[in-house]
């Protein structure tokens, strides 16, 4: 069953390894394993439902519970700690776009606000329930789960946008195509997530992001139905695709998906290769997607990470990597880059000869695929060590933002810096690690991780992660990066989107709101105010 305060199932563990255990103590020091409280306690703070009845709608208390946040922080300061959340006052199941209209009618007749949810993954805010005397419904699409349509010839795909991933590539693969999206939240989030976040996936440097394959759909809003067919190309006017994209349920609710999907490849490939220091890997993940060769993945971990990832395996197989790599110049300052070749075998030969040339030329050494197919193989589960992290007394959270080349090194270290200074003042040292996930010809993302010892109290510990989010937001605002790459805006980034689109540009965009959403019913508060 999917845990109720922390992520995926609940028979699932990533045991931390004593080794990491004492590295993470002797970077930060020793943590206190921090009071929970249980889901009977979380379920006696839920109030009277303010709804009244619909067939459509639970008011029971656990579904309110288990609906009421995603994965951000503070959701997790919330759940775990006991700092009672604001609850819906319902939870919706709808099986089709009628009931998604007649569920926007009840709402608009009660002056109720409506949240979308999807997988329950969102780690910036998007469903936290508004606190107010208007009621809140949130809607779980998990229902609306069909493959309504496949145009082989086309290569077109129609989904209810409540489709999980892993259920949403079974589909395909059946009929032997694929999406070939996989952002970290894969195994439980929807399709409908992806398009109103504008996600990206481990392999989106082959397959795109989103926004590439997301080609056309339907929006049921307060207002009436938007669709948008799906021309291979128009030149009518604005694309109200990019309408649909990133707006984090401010507009109305996606109900169908139309995207574009591929021929399942023949031959996947995941080598390992190890560079002596920072700057020779980040030239050579620059040098690899300037260079034209059509790789599926570059994932670049920098000192710190390598460091932290290594800590996190142990045996002689790592003995004779850490010989080989020395033997080559590879040691304190070793940089990981796992790169992926996708196609027919001839293709992906083709790929790992030429990356091999670039790898060379800035001094890396090739190390077989022996750690790719480890990657590849637990992926998904590198998110279940925050559950047993969290158990023994230490936070991790993560921040990304995407820069031009010529800026990457300036704003990297302003991020990593705001945070190792972050809590000088209450004597807490902080450890950020960074990876380059998506890389991009003229600029790269960059993905950071901070782990933080827990107060003695969830109050404490919220206003540790507080100022340390907004120390890292600053950093990435000031020194011109995006405030979100991949993870949309919700709550957490708001304060900080103004500088990136500008007033008139945020006005834009309360404007569309407000003709699909007049009352402002839809996620109120998330994206702009």
Same mark, same amino acid.
């Given at each position: 069953?999917?845990?109720?305060?922390?992520?995926?199932?609940?028979?699932?563990?990533?045991?931390?390894?004593? @080794?990491?255990?004492?590295?993470?103590?002797?970077?930060?020091?020793?943590?206190?394993?921090?009071?929970?409280?249980?889901?009977?306690?979380?379920?006696?703070?839920?109030?009277?439902?303010?709804?009244?009845?619909?067939?459509?709608? =639970?008011?029971?208390?656990?579904?309110?519970?288990?609906?009421?946040?995603?994965?951000?922080?503070?959701?997790?300061?919330?759940?775990?700690?006991?700092?009672?959340?604001?609850?819906?006052?319902?939870?919706?199941?709808?099986?089709?776009?009628?009931? *998604?209209?007649?569920?926007?009618?009840?709402?608009?007749?009660?002056?109720?606000?409506?949240?979308?949810?999807?997988?329950?993954?969102?780690?910036?805010?998007?469903?936290?329930?508004?606190?107010?005397?208007?009621?809140?419904?949130?809607?779980?699409?998990?229902?609306?789960?069909?493959?309504?349509?496949?145009?082989?010839?086309?290569?077109?795909?129609?989904?209810?946008?409540?489709?999980?991933?892993?259920?949403?590539? @079974?589909?395909?693969?059946?009929?032997?195509?694929?999406?070939?999206?996989?952002?970290?939240?894969?195994?439980?989030?929807?399709?409908?997530?992806?398009?109103?976040?504008?996600?990206?996936?481990?392999?989106?440097?082959?397959?795109?992001?989103?926004?590439?394959?997301?080609?056309?759909?339907?929006?049921?809003?307060?207002?009436?139905?938007?669709? *948008?067919?799906?021309?291979?190309?128009?030149?009518?006017?604005?694309?109200?695709?990019?309408? *649909?994209?990133?707006?984090?349920?401010?507009?109305?609710?996606?109900?169908?998906?139309?995207?574009?999907?591929?021929?399942?490849?023949?031959?996947?490939?995941?080598?390992?290769?190890?560079?002596?220091?920072?700057?020779?890997?980040?030239?050579?993940?620059?040098?690899?997607?300037? @260079?034209?060769?059509?790789?599926?993945? *570059?994932?670049?971990?920098?000192?710190?990470?390598?460091?932290?990832?290594?800590?996190?395996?142990?045996?002689?197989?790592?003995?004779?990597?850490?010989?080989?790599?020395?033997?080559?110049?590879?040691?304190?300052?070793?940089?990981?880059?796992?790169?992926?070749?996708?196609?027919?075998?001839?293709?992906?030969?083709?790929?790992?000869?030429?990356?091999?040339?670039?790898?060379?030329?800035?001094?890396?050494?090739?190390?077989?695929?022996?750690?790719?197919?480890?990657?590849?193989?637990?992926?998904?589960?590198?998110?279940? !060590?925050?559950?047993?992290?969290?158990?023994?007394?230490?936070?991790?959270?993560?921040?990304?933002?995407?820069?031009?080349?010529?800026?990457?090194?300036?704003?990297?270290?302003?991020?990593?810096? =705001?945070?190792?200074?972050?809590?000088?003042?209450?004597?807490?040292?902080?450890?950020?690690?960074?990876?380059?996930?998506?890389?991009?010809?003229?600029?790269?993302?960059?993905?950071?991780?901070?782990?933080?010892?827990? @107060?003695?109290?969830?109050?404490?510990?919220?206003?540790?992660?507080?100022?340390?989010?907004?120390?890292?937001?600053?950093?990435?605002?000031?020194?011109?990066?995006?405030?979100?790459?991949?993870?949309?805006?919700? !709550?957490?980034?708001?304060?900080?989107?103004?500088?990136?689109?500008?007033?008139?540009?945020?006005?834009?965009?309360?404007?569309?709101?407000?003709?699909?959403?007049?009352?402002?019913?839809?996620?109120?508060?998330?994206?702009?105010?």
């Amino acid at each position: 069953m999917r845990r109720w305060n922390g992520w995926g199932d609940d028979t699932i563990d990533f045991e931390v390894p004593q @080794a990491a255990i004492e590295y993470l103590t002797k970077l930060i020091g020793p943590a206190i394993p921090p009071k929970k409280i249980t889901l009977e306690e979380m379920v006696a703070m839920v109030p009277s439902s303010r709804l009244p009845k619909h067939r459509l709608v =639970s008011i029971g208390l656990e579904q309110r519970v288990r609906h009421c946040a995603g994965q951000s922080m503070s959701d997790w300061i919330y759940f775990r700690g006991g700092l009672v959340p604001t609850f819906p006052d319902g939870v919706a199941f709808p099986e089709s776009d009628n009931d *998604i209209r007649e569920l926007l009618c009840f709402a608009k007749e009660n002056e109720a606000q409506v949240i979308p949810y999807g997988g329950g993954t969102s780690v910036v805010g998007h469903l936290t329930v508004p606190k107010g005397e208007q009621a809140v419904i949130t809607v779980d699409m998990g229902r609306m789960n069909k493959l309504l349509e496949l145009d082989k010839q086309g290569c077109l795909a129609t989904f209810q946008a409540g489709v999980r991933g892993p259920d949403l590539e @079974a589909a395909l693969r059946a009929e032997g195509f694929t999406l070939g999206h996989y952002p970290q939240s894969f195994e439980l989030s929807t399709l409908g997530g992806w398009v109103v976040t504008r996600s990206a996936g481990h392999f989106s440097m082959g397959y795109g992001r989103i926004e590439r394959l997301f080609v056309g759909g339907e929006i049921e809003t307060p207002v009436g139905t938007v669709k *948008i067919p799906a021309f291979p190309a128009s030149a009518a006017g604005p694309d109200l695709r990019e309408v *649909i994209m990133g707006s984090e349920g401010r507009l109305g609710i996606v109900t169908k998906c139309t995207v574009k999907v591929s021929v399942l490849p023949e031959a996947e490939i995941f080598p390992a290769a190890f560079f002596p220091g920072r700057e020779e890997g980040v030239n050579a993940a620059r040098a690899l997607a300037q @260079a034209g060769i059509p790789l599926s993945m *570059i994932r670049l971990s920098l000192p710190e990470e390598t460091a932290i990832t290594l800590s996190l395996k142990s045996g002689w197989q790592m003995d004779l990597l850490y010989r080989w790599l020395t033997w080559h110049g590879v040691n304190k300052q070793k940089t990981m880059l796992l790169y992926g070749a996708t196609g027919t075998q001839k293709q992906v030969n083709w790929v790992l000869r030429r990356a091999k040339e670039v790898i060379k030329e800035y001094h890396g050494v090739y190390v077989g695929t022996s750690i790719g197919k480890h990657w590849y193989k637990g992926r998904f589960k590198l998110p279940y !060590i925050r559950n047993n992290l969290w158990d023994l007394g230490y936070g991790v959270d993560t921040l990304e933002t995407a820069v031009t080349w010529n800026k990457a090194s300036l704003v990297r270290l302003a991020i990593e810096e =705001s945070l190792s200074n972050a809590l000088n003042e209450v004597n807490e040292k902080v450890h950020v690690f960074t990876h380059l996930s998506h890389v991009y010809p003229h600029g790269t993302s960059l993905y950071v991780t901070y782990i933080f010892r827990l @107060a003695n109290s969830p109050s404490e510990t919220m206003a540790r992660w507080q100022v340390l989010k907004k120390a890292a937001s600053e950093a990435i605002v000031r020194t011109g990066g995006t405030i979100t790459h991949q993870h949309g805006v919700g !709550i957490d980034h708001q304060p900080y989107l103004v500088t990136e689109k500008g007033a008139l540009g945020m006005e834009m965009i309360s404007v569309l709101c407000r003709t699909l959403d007049p009352k402002g019913m839809m996620n109120s508060g998330k994206l702009v105010k």
